[in-house]
């Protein structure tokens, strides 16, 4: 019984336990860092004497955030609520009174089209030339670096500075470009006219932009696979084919992050462009949202109706960036 006992253990060590040792010698060990950081390899885990000095480490970011974004974000959503004098002597209680006027008031829906129309115009017209660039800087073999940096110079520029540049090159006075155009027999006079200025401003923005979408635009061209561009060319596929069959389907995810970036863009940050060039006029051609929230509330010194526009501008950015998830995204290829 002891013989075949002692057999049976021999021909379970060889059968059995063997591969299972084999295999467990074979296994990697974790290194010390893995077992600390709860045995999941590549993992690091910052280890603090005192629980004070993360806290230092973020208290710099957070006073920001809470100067710059908290404070006003909370005293302008009271501020709707109350009518105040220009003085601020006394605060009255209205509830939605400064929100009903708004939106009943013919000016502030005409403001709500400019800003919409104006984002779509330059949102359009940022995109589209942005990537005809994009496409094009493969094209360009001798002077590649000069016509990066051309494209990349206004970026460099302030909006303010952009703004002056632009209204001074269309100005029907002493503007070049003006005499240009009445020389080709095109009536133009954006201080007059509501349609010239819009347009203006329009192209004075996008001008400004469109290195920020041609950055990304040509980061993403430069990871797609070669691969795919020489298969295509070999089966005879030329450049505009392979751009809008190949390239542009698998940069559309950065096509819908520029969108996103646009309308914010054209939302928020084009107030310095519009001052410098039309102030809002002729007649409200282009008083955008942004702009008129300054001008109610630090010339027309009305305090309330400035706070809620700046909340319902807010509520109108947040709804076409839903619009833009709900319904452009579905056509964004996220595959490689």
């Known amino acids: 019984m002891q013989g075949s006992t002692s ?10 336990d063997a591969p299972s040792s ?6 990697p060990r974790a290194s010390k860092g893995a077992r600390a950081a709860g045995g999941t390899a590549g993992l690091k885990r910052a280890h603090y004497r005192e629980a004070r000095l993360p806290l230092l480490l973020l208290l710099p970011q957070l006073l920001v ?12 959503l009271a501020q709707a609520f109350v009518l105040t004098d220009p003085f601020g002597n006394s605060v009255q209680f209205v509830w939605f009174d400064n929100f009903r006027a708004l939106l009943t008031s013919p000016e502030y829906q005409s403001s709500v089209w400019v800003t919409i129309w104006f984002t779509l115009a330059q949102n359009a017209i940022t995109l589209g030339i942005a990537l005809v660039l994009a496409f094009a800087t493969d094209r360009v073999v001798r002077i590649r670096g000069l016509y990066r940096s051309v494209i990349l110079l206004p970026y460099a520029i302030a909006p303010v500075i952009a703004g002056v540049l632009w209204a001074f090159l269309f100005n ?10 009445k020389g080709l027999g095109i009536s133009w006079d954006p201080i007059r006219s509501g349609f010239d200025a819009f347009l203006l401003v329009t192209f004075a923005a996008s001008w400004k932009h469109i290195c920020y979408d041609y950055i990304f635009l040509v980061a993403a061209l430069l990871a797609v696979p070669p691969s795919l561009l020489e298969a295509a060319a070999v089966d005879g596929a030329g450049p505009l084919l392979r751009f809008f069959r190949i390239g ?14 646009n309308f914010v863009y054209g939302f928020f940050e084009t107030f310095a462009i519009i001052d410098a060039v039309t102030k809002g006029g002729p007649g409200g051609a282009t008083m955008i949202l942004v702009y008129k929230v300054y001008l109610d ?7 309330g109706s ?12 947040l709804v076409l960036t839903m619009i833009q998830f709900r319904y452009v995204e579905r056509n964004v290829n996220y595959d490689v």
């Open 7 to 16: 057999v049976q253990t021999l021909a379970a060590r060889h059968s059995g």
């Open 22 to 27: 084999a295999a467990a010698e074979r296994k």
């Open 65 to 76: 955030l809470l100067l710059f974004f908290f404070i006003p974000a909370i005293r302008a």
């Open 172 to 181: 029907p006075s002493v503007g070049p470009i003006a005499f240009l155009l």
């Open 248 to 261: 542009l389907p698998m940069i559309s995810p950065t096509i819908f992050f520029l969108l996103a970036m």
């Open 297 to 303: 509330g630090f010339v027309h010194i009305d305090l």
């Open 306 to 317: 400035s706070a809620a526009q700046s909340v319902l501008m807010m509520i109108f950015a």
